[in-house]
């Protein structure tokens, strides 16, 4: 049986000065070897020693910049002793190297990396013996990787002044519009010994189908590798799903096979609120078949029963770009994933579980990989398969033009081809893509001029990689690219076709301009806002505290970020004269922005067919557009998906210039109930009212016309319409905020203290609009359970806050905002 030992012991990590010796790097490291964690990285190991400062803080980003410029030699030592010592063959084996290395053992050099989205494979068996030997990973500097391979394949266009296009690595570590340069270096996934004899398993491809009677397929196809002593022998393999075997023999000098494994009956995975997320697990066992009592090597996986189509049929306003699974047409609910720290390796089984647990919370049902990070860990794709998130992964390039000779071309078909074989398993895995935004750049972003015919990727996106997933992964769809059409002869980015992203509406627009068009599927739109307060002061140190301080502008990565996020809030409300003020606002303006989109977008289903949120989360303090902030706390928005994202939503939309109501219905069955429609002007006065039944087939959106006592309006600078339906609401006013007349907020407070924090009444005497409790200004770890909340005169909400046990009614007013003013 095979036997995997972990080498996670004894490592320290050196700065090595031979090729240059950086000015910064403190004396302690020019002097002595460091304690290093395995898996880990540079950056975190230096923390850890007190030799760097946390560049999360502050501006330090820039202080510590010289770690990436630098060469690094992590050392352990490690033998052959034991019970394992008498196996066949001995491999090294790496899951992940950050980026460029060079592996020796014993003194020895066993080999070369330069693909941090590979693993490694090592025969050590003559060179690991009894004694302890020490292994060496010396990394080079991936500057100095990407600089070489550049002046060597000549200069190619970049969205990001770093060379990240140049070097197999994460391209998010060389900094983006959202995140800091650390560019990283170490051994940043498991590394073990694996002792194994005769054979070993070394690729197992599990590809499932499921037939309109309900019989699951599952085609299993096996590549073994083979030791001296196995090359003549018959092999034998068994594979067991649900308790239903399979078996097969691999003739001698044989290196692959292929079982197939029927389930009737089979339970079905289905993304989350469609039904449940049966897993089976898959047990492949490898024999010798002259000692079958011998097991030579064992895998096991879960996997999921579903069928997947990607509908991208021609119809009479474009083309579609629909998911079907098991039949059922979807609208995807989505958001798009980051590297959820800048230092990767800190994220760890559980925090992947709290922030997938948070998307699935807010109603996601999609979480799109973005080309710019990495292929995420099991932990990630075992949550998603068991939450019933569907992961769209996209191959790892992004906003750039990408050499496609070599030593880059083998790389990618390697790193492609091991990392579809990994995920596959996974029943969450819905759709492969082949990069983001770069056929996009191709076509407007100035590249032809600066390649002058040199290539960019195109082989890439629209052969090796498709040919890849064809023959590796045929039950799952590809796509070309994010945005893409779907063909060479329309605009990558045409909204009647393909997927789009939209995002001249945040660089150059008022958020009302989604309202202009009907995109067949938003795969990227966003609007920022801030983190949470206390996720800022933690962060900074300004004072004073401004949106245009030292700090703030740092933990600020886009292009004129904070003159669109002031641009946006002009066009709404009075421009805010303090930094408390600014913060509420632009929060609450990121909230109504995304709520403009995707209302709009809901309720033009099946014509569009799915957006997915730029961005779920953060990998760093920063001003972004992501929902939840990189110190995992939730901003309004995330909030405010709960309600765009769940499977009944009403809203006010335009139909031929009539305001109407749409109400959307994603779920399996009818909606059938009673809207109840009021006009009212700011002090609460009723103007007009109207009752309407709500009939809406499953899956499916309905508009229901409105009388003109609704659409006429005496005042709009006072009056506003809103409708109530089953719980839910929709409010739509005529004039933006800044024209409102709003009465001074009046409000009463409860506070209530049990369990593990407090429930807060708030009664409002007056119209209070887009209420928000600020709970991280209560207590540091306080969070609330409801973001933004309108309430009419009379009206009440409660909110749950965890972390904060209670206090002066006072205190928690100064935690409190409004549009109106502080409640």
């Known amino acids: 049986m095979k036997v995997s030992t972990p080498v996670t012991r004894g490592w320290t990590v050196s700065l090595d000065t031979s090729r240059h010796s950086p000015a910064q790097a403190p004396d302690a490291l020019l ?11 540079v950056h975190t190991d230096l923390l850890t020693a007190g030799l760097i400062p946390d560049p999360f803080l502050d501006r330090n980003e820039t202080h510590v910049a010289w770690v990436g410029h630098a060469d690094w030699t992590y050392h352990t030592t490690v033998s052959n002793r034991g019970e394992h010592s008498g196996h066949e063959r001995t491999d090294l084996v790496f899951d992940g190297l950050d980026t460029v290395a060079e592996i020796r053992l014993g003194g020895r050099t066993l080999g070369r990396t ?23 990973v010396a990394f080079t500097s991936a500057y100095q990787e990407a600089e070489t391979v550049r002046h060597a394949l000549g200069p190619r266009p970049n969205a990001y002044p770093e060379p990240f296009n140049f070097v197999r690595k994460m391209a998010s570590s060389f900094g983006w519009d959202w995140g800091p340069t650390l560019v990283t270096a170490g051994i940043w996934r498991h590394v073990r010994i694996e002792h194994w004899t005769t054979a070993r398993l070394a690729e197992v491809r599990p590809g499932v189908t499921v037939d309109d009677d309900g019989t699951g397929h599952a085609k299993i196809h096996i590549v073994v590798e083979r030791a001296p002593s196995g090359m003549e022998r018959t092999l034998h393999a068994t594979v067991t799903i649900g308790g239903f075997e399979s078996h097969v023999d691999l003739a001698p000098g044989s290196t692959t096979a292929t079982l ?44 999921g029963f579903r069928a997947i189509e990607l509908d991208t049929s021609a119809d009479a306003l474009g083309s579609s770009f629909t ?29 992947y579980r709290r922030r997938l647990e ?26 998603c398969d068991e939450l019933g998130l569907m992961v769209w992964q996209d191959f790892l390039f992004a906003c750039a033009a990408y050499p496609e000779e070599e030593p880059l071309l083998s790389e990618v078909e390697a790193e492609a081809r091991e990392n579809v074989v990994r995920l596959m398993p996974h029943a969450s895995l819905i759709l492969w893509n082949g990069n983001n935004e770069n ?6 972003w100035g590249w032809e001029r600066e390649l002058a015919g040199a290539s960019w990727g195109e082989n890439y996106y629209l052969d090796l990689l498709p040919r890849i997933v064809a023959d590796a992964d045929p039950t799952r769809p590809y796509w070309a690219g994010s945005p893409w059409s779907g063909s060479r002869d329309v605009h990558p980015n045409d909204p009647r076709h393909g997927t789009t992203h939209s995002w001249d509406v945040w660089n150059r627009l008022d958020y009302t301009s989604y309202l202009d068009d009907v995109p067949r599927f938003v795969a990227e739109f966003g609007w920022q806002a801030p983190p949470a307060y206390t996720t800022v002061r933690r962060a900074l140190s300004d004072d004073p505290l401004q949106p245009d301080s030292a700090g703030m502008l740092h933990h600020q990565k886009a292009e004129d970020g904070n003159g669109k996020l002031d641009r946006g809030l002009m066009a709404h409300f009075h421009a805010p004269t303090d930094f408390d003020t600014w913060h509420y606002l632009t929060q609450l303006n990121q909230a109504r922005a995304i709520a403009t989109g995707v209302e709009h977008w809901r309720a033009n289903w099946p014509t569009c067919a799915g957006v997915v949120l730029w961005q779920l989360n953060d990998c760093w303090p920063v001003t972004s557009w992501s929902a939840i902030d990189g110190n995992e706390r939730e901003k309004p928005l995330y909030h405010e998906l709960k309600r765009l994202y769940a499977d009944q939503l009403l809203t006010f939309q335009r139909r031929d210039g009539q305001l109407v109501l749409a109400a959307i219905n994603q779920s399996s069955q ?36 409105l009388p003109h006592t609704l659409t006429t309006v005496g005042d709009p600078r006072r009056e506003f319409v809103v409708a109530d339906a089953d719980g839910l609401r929709a409010l739509h006013f005529l004039v933006p905020d800044r024209q409102f007349d709003y009465p001074p907020a009046e409000v009463t407070i409860k506070i209530t203290s049990g369990g593990n924090g407090a429930r807060v009444t708030i009664t409002a005497q007056t119209l209070v609009r887009d209420l928000l409790l600020q709970a991280d200004r209560l207590h540091h770890e306080a969070r609330a359970d409801r973001g933004l909340v309108t309430l009419l005169p ?30």
């Open 323 to 351: 998911l079907v699974v098991n039949g059922v047409r979807l609208f995807v609910r989505g958001v798009n994933w980051i590297p959820d720290d800048a230092l990767i390796t800190r994220v760890d089984t559980a925090r």
């Open 439 to 444: 056929l996009w750049g191709a076509r407007d």
């Open 31 to 41: 002097q002595a070897e460091i304690p290093a964690v395995v898996p880990g990285c």
């Open 358 to 383: 948070q998307a699935a919370a807010a109603g996601v049902d999609l979480v799109r990989v973005w080309g710019g990070g990495i292929y995420e860990s099991e932990d990630f794709y075992d949550a």
């Open 260 to 303: 197939d494994v029927e389930v009737p009956n089979v339970e079905l995975w289905w993304p989350r609120g469609y039904g449940a997320q049966r897993l089976y697990t898959c047990i492949v066992h490898l024999q010798d078949a002259l000692a079958p009592a011998d097991l030579l090597d064992r895998w096991e996986r879960r996997i």
């Open 794 to 823: 009379g009206e009440h909400v409660e909110i749950n806050v965890s972390g904060w046990y209670g206090g002066d009614v006072e205190m928690l007013r100064r935690a409190l905002r409004c549009v109106n003013e502080r409640p």
């Open 670 to 705: 009818p909606w059938s109930g009673s809207a109840v429609l009021r006009r009212l002007d700011a002090a609460g006065y009723v103007h007009a009212q109207h009752s309407a039944p709500v009939r809406v087939a499953a899956r499916s959106v309905a508009y229901i016309s």
């Open 114 to 136: 330069r693909n941090m989205h590979r693993s490694y494979r090592f025969n050590v068996t003559d060179v690991l013996g009894t004694v302890d030997a020490l292994l060496e």
